[in-house]
């Protein structure tokens, strides 16, 4: 594995993470809540932005319009059965989810599960690190590389991963804020 390989792998990780905690709702209404839930369209699970036009009319609503007025019950459903705690409002063509505001104890269960979503970055971030290390001993163990070498890539390795994981905190830093901000 290259370094460049590894760099691109973690930056992917970062990534990763950043959709991960834009599921994870902040007190103001946002499009990207609606990421996760999947809904059971004709026995097959479906996206929910792939079966509506999902838009937020203001800051404390998201509206939701199927494309095949036939899902409504579905696309409830899915909603209702979710994590995201919100009960949605049918009126017939559109499906509105009010956002209310975060109690204090919602804000710290919600900061709990951006934690969790941040550490599993940093996981990826370290895992990428252990490949590329084991890559750079195998090339050292076959001769491909002096051992010198192979250090100074491992130090290399080494501070890439400390870049990356530092910026998962940020993100992590950046979501928390959001959360408990009133």
Same mark, same amino acid.
């Given at each position: 594995?290259?370094?460049?390989?590894?760099?691109?792998?973690?930056?992917?990780?970062?990534? *990763?993470?950043?959709?991960?905690?834009?599921?994870?709702?902040?007190?103001?209404?946002?499009?990207?809540?609606?990421?996760?839930?999947?809904?059971?369209?004709?026995?097959?699970?479906?996206?929910?932005?792939?079966? *509506?036009?999902?838009?937020?009319?203001? *800051?404390?609503?998201?509206?939701?319009?199927?494309?095949?007025?036939?899902?409504?019950?579905?696309?409830?459903?899915?909603?209702?059965?979710?994590?995201?705690?919100?009960?949605?409002?049918?009126?017939?063509?559109?499906?509105?989810?009010?956002?209310?505001?975060?109690?204090?104890?919602?804000?710290?269960?919600?900061?709990?599960?951006?934690?969790?979503?941040?550490?599993?970055?940093?996981?990826?971030?370290?895992?990428?690190?252990?490949?590329?290390?084991?890559?750079?001993?195998?090339?050292?163990?076959?001769?491909?590389?002096?051992?010198?070498?192979?250090?100074?890539?491992?130090?290399?390795?080494?501070?890439?991963?400390?870049?990356?994981?530092?910026?998962?905190?940020?993100?992590?830093?950046?979501?928390?804020?959001?959360?408990?901000?009133?």
């Amino acid at each position: 594995m290259k370094l460049t390989e590894a760099e691109d792998l973690m930056q992917k990780a970062v990534e *990763a993470t950043q959709r991960n905690l834009n599921t994870i709702r902040t007190g103001r209404a946002s499009t990207s809540l609606l990421d996760r839930i999947m809904v059971d369209y004709y026995g097959t699970e479906t996206p929910l932005k792939a079966l *509506a036009n999902i838009s937020t009319p203001d *800051a404390t609503t998201i509206a939701i319009q199927p494309y095949d007025k036939s899902s409504m019950a579905s696309v409830e459903k899915a909603i209702a059965m979710s994590d995201l705690g919100l009960t949605p409002n049918n009126d017939g063509a559109t499906i509105r989810l009010n956002i209310p505001p975060l109690t204090s104890d919602r804000r710290q269960e919600l900061v709990k599960q951006a934690s969790k979503l941040a550490e599993e970055g940093k996981v990826a971030v370290r895992n990428i690190r252990r490949d590329a290390i084991d890559s750079v001993r195998k090339q050292a163990k076959s001769s491909d590389i002096s051992e010198d070498e192979s250090r100074d890539l491992q130090e290399q390795i080494q501070q890439l991963t400390d870049k990356y994981a530092a910026k998962v905190d940020a993100v992590f830093a950046t979501k928390e804020k959001d959360i408990t901000t009133l």
